[in-house]
DNA sequence: ATCCTGACAGTATC
DNA sequence: GGATACTGTCAGGA
């Protein structure tokens, strides 16, 4: 389908009658689902992701101020990861909500899933129906500037739904996120030359990462100093009940 | 100045 | 049980 200008996200919603101001965040994530969205799909060997703005820039804003609000983040042993030999704070900020019973691992240890908070109910649902798949967990990660970042990784953990896509929403900060194919990064031998994905993950933002990309490719958050601002990420997905 | 690449251990998993 | 994966930081070069 034709990509939509951008300019007409703001405007259509103000086109109509006038809201009040009232109107629930739960009431917008909800009416901003239902709209038609412009998805614009990427495609490499192996790599299918779809990209789409989901909420406009005042719905964006509300929701990030909802979430700075809602979402305490971890600390203390959740906010450290052991590499090559020692014990380094996350370059970020983290922390994960999902249906009671489930948690996730990260850097060996089990991490437990939170109950929802309301505002991350409501923006699951909107999240659902813009990607058509029920989700039960979220990850949350908050980049307090530019110098934080992710390292290159995959999504592939066997607590995954493999069929599953992975459904990341973006708020605040515009930030690079970079696709590497993995025989991109063989040592040299077997290296290929692939070059990277990128994509510029923008204020209310929906990227959907679609089997099989996370068995293919690497995904990373690299640092940028010229990207000062907070950026709060939301990678919904669904797991498997052990 | 900024970004990208490779080297760096130890534990866990398959 | 040998091979592979995983994580972040730093130094060096483009």
């Known amino acids: ?64 101020a909802a979430l700075e609000e809602d979402v305490d983040y971890f600390t203390g042993d959740l906010a450290q990861v052991f590499v090559f030999g020692k014990w380094h704070d996350i370059p970020r900020q983290q922390c994960s909500f999902g249906d009671a019973g489930l948690s996730y691992k990260f850097s060996g240890r089990t991490v437990p899933a939170r109950p929802w908070p309301q505002s991350l109910l409501a923006l699951r649902a909107a999240v659902e129906r813009a990607a058509g798949t029920d989700f039960n967990f979220v990850l949350v990660n908050r980049y307090r500037s530019g110098a934080d970042h992710m390292g290159e990784h995959q999504d592939a953990e066997k607590e995954l739904d493999p069929a599953a896509p992975i459904a990341s929403l973006s708020l605040g900060q515009a930030r690079d996120f970079v696709f590497k194919h993995r025989d991109a990064r063989r040592p040299r031998p077997h290296k290929r030359d692939i070059p990277p994905v990128k994509i510029l993950l923008e204020h209310g933002s929906l990227l959907l990462m679609n089997h099989p990309t996370n068995q293919v490719w690497y995904h990373s958050l690299p640092a940028r100093r010229s990207c000062p601002g907070v950026r709060v990420n939301l990678t919904f997905r669904r797991m498997l009940r052990a």
């Open 1 to 64: 389908m034709p990509p939509k200008k951008r300019k007409a996200d703001g405007e259509v919603a103000v086109a109509g009658a006038a809201r009040p101001p009232s109107t629930s965040l739960l009431a917008a994530l909800s009416e901003a689902a239902a709209r038609p969205l412009s998805w614009r799909k990427v495609s490499a060997d192996g790599l299918d992701v779809d990209y789409c703005r989901l909420l406009d820039g005042a719905l964006a804003d509300r929701t990030l």
